[in-house]
């Protein structure tokens, strides 16, 4: 069992940064691939990014490339994700999850075993 929890979101700017965390219960996270998704109001859940179990491999939507950095710390039970150059198209619900497939699958939230409750990033123009 892993049990998620996101900070780090606000009310910010537009060309702001924004670092989003989210702490891992349990001495199993460094087994876990990691993912964070946002959902805006009235649209689906959309996959940003996500890291390998080691954080040695990445991946990322199209859209956030090189705006987004996903990271994470084994040793701190935490993963990050980094949002710089803030649009107010990145206005979302943003969430963390945890899976133990790899990262081929990451872009679909049905991969996903275990969710945090979310944060809201709120980017005003």
């Known amino acids: 069992q892993v049990q998620l929890v996101e900070s780090g979101g606000g009310l910010v700017q537009a060309g702001d940064s924004l670092r989003l965390s989210c702490a891992a219960s349990?001495?199993?996270?460094?087994?876990?691939?990691m993912g964070w998704f946002r959902q805006a109001p009235g649209k689906e859940r959309e996959f940003v990014a996500a890291?390998?179990?080691?954080?040695?491999?990445?991946y990322y939507a199209d859209s956030v490339k090189g705006r987004f950095t996903i990271s994470r710390d084994n040793a701190k039970n935490t993963a990050y994700l980094q949002i710089d150059s803030l649009k107010p198209e990145d206005t979302a619900v943003y969430y963390c999850?945890?899976?133990?497939?790899?990262?081929?699958?990451?872009?679909?939230?049905?991969?996903?075993?275990?969710w945090g409750q979310g944060t809201q990033v709120t980017v005003s123009s």
């Open positions: 999850a945890a899976t133990r497939r790899g990262l081929g699958v990451a872009t679909r939230h049905y991969n996903y075993d275990y």
């Open positions: 890291i390998s179990w080691s954080g040695g491999s990445t």
């Open positions: 349990g001495r199993t996270f460094s087994s876990y691939g």
